[in-house]
């Protein structure tokens, strides 16, 4: 269990350009999570999956942010169209809803819109 | 809408004292808490989870407790180091707007001097 990983760790991309983030959960977690983190906040929930489903979206969540998790196991989290207030920490994390549904989090992929 | 606050914001202690970190919650009807420590620039460690039946967690140094009615908790560090410098962040899962939603506090900066 390498817990969870995201990938790209930091991108870089000029305004307008589409992004696409991944997370993998810890195997058998079938929660997972995005959040974002601005410098000297808290994560702000973006939203929520179980299994492949969706269940809650922040109303942060623009219509040029969206989500997958196909498979129930790794997912997505794509921005189009970026801004410059899209610039930020990008966080995942996951639990098992069967256990104490602690979440553990992932390294984070940095943004940057310039 | 749950609302979490931290307080301290900022906290600086000789190496060795004892100190309590304070989260306050808006909404009582919470599915649980749990406490984090972040690194500059890392992402979020796990330190404990309250279920909201409970009362407090302990795991070696750290003692956590709820008072779910009150919409408080705190996080006690016994005999700091300078090792807990770090960024500590309470999360409140649940509310009136559903379990599945996660609130993060701003979070306390924690500096210990040798």
């Known amino acids: 269990d390498t817990g969870v990983s995201q990938d790209p760790r930091h991108k870089i991309t000029k305004r307008g350009q589409n992004v696409t983030f991944r997370c993998d959960p810890i195997?058998?977690?079938?929660?997972l999570y995005w959040y974002r983190q601005t410098l000297g906040q808290g994560p702000e929930f973006l939203t929520y999956?179980?299994?492949?489903?969706?269940?809650?979206k922040s109303r942060l969540l623009s219509d040029r942010f969206s989500a997958e998790r196909p498979k129930g196991s790794f997912s997505t989290l794509e921005i189009q169209r970026t801004e410059q207030g899209d610039s930020a920490m990008y966080l995942c994390?996951?639990?098992?809803?069967?256990?104490?549904?602690?979440?553990?989090f992932g390294p984070g992929t940095r943004l940057t819109v310039l | 809408k749950q609302e979490v606050t931290q307080i301290p914001a900022a906290l600086s202690v000789p190496e060795g004292e004892n100190l309590v970190l304070n989260c306050s919650f808006t909404?009582?009807?919470?599915?649980?808490l749990q406490w984090f420590r972040q690194d500059p620039g890392k992402g979020l460690t796990s330190l404990l989870l309250?279920?909201?039946?409970?009362r407090e967690q302990t795991s070696g140094r750290l003692n956590a407790s709820l008072d779910k009615s009150s919409g408080r908790s705190t996080l006690y560090i016994a005999a700091s180091q300078p090792g807990d410098s770090a960024t500590y962040l309470c999360?409140?899962?649940?509310?009136?707007?559903?379990?599945?939603?996660?609130?993060f506090g701003t979070g306390t900066k924690l500096q210990v001097i040798p």
């Open positions: 999956f179980q299994n492949e489903a969706q269940l809650e």
């Open positions: 999360a409140v899962r649940g509310g009136s707007g559903g379990y599945q939603k996660v609130t």
């Open positions: 909404d009582s009807a919470i599915y649980n």
């Open positions: 309250i279920q909201s039946s409970q």
């Open positions: 195997s058998e977690h079938n929660r």
């Open positions: 994390a996951s639990s098992l809803a069967a256990s104490s549904d602690t979440q553990y």
